[in-house]
Nanobody, 127 residues
């Protein structure tokens, strides 16, 4: 069993930055790709970013590319999402996720590839 706990969300203004953290417990983190998703009110959960098991490969949704950076520290069992130049469209609940495999075959992480989810952390960006 793995547990994922996100932190770092909050209320910020447009243009600000936030760093989300995801702490994993239970089974080793280093054998799996990790990802972030988000869900805005009234919308479906959407892929944000993915990082493979050894950090050699990362991919991002077009809407966040160039502004967000995903990283991981396998020794600390932590995954991070650095979010810069935030805008109101980034307002959502952000979810950390652990994939079923060390890497993903597509450029994105699909919800069907996820084995474990965190409880989510709210990010609100005011204009």
């Amino acid at each position: 069993q793995v547990q994922l706990v996100e932190s770092g969300g909050g209320l910020v203004q447009a243009g600000d930055s936030l760093r989300l953290s995801c702490a994993a417990s239970g089974r080793t983190l280093s054998s799996y790709a990790m990802g972030w998703f988000r869900q805005a009110p009234g919308k479906e959960r959407e892929f944000v970013a993915v990082i493979n098991w050894n950090s050699y490969s990362t991919n991002y949704a077009n809407s966040v590319k160039g502004r967000f950076t995903i990283s991981r520290d396998n020794d600390k069992k932590m995954v991070y999402l650095q979010m810069n130049s935030l805008n109101p469209e980034d307002t959502a609940v952000y979810y950390c996720s652990r994939a079923k495999s060390p890497s993903v075959s597509r450029w994105y992480l699909s919800a069907s590839d996820v084995e474990a989810w965190g409880q989510g952390t709210q990010v609100t960006v005011s204009s």
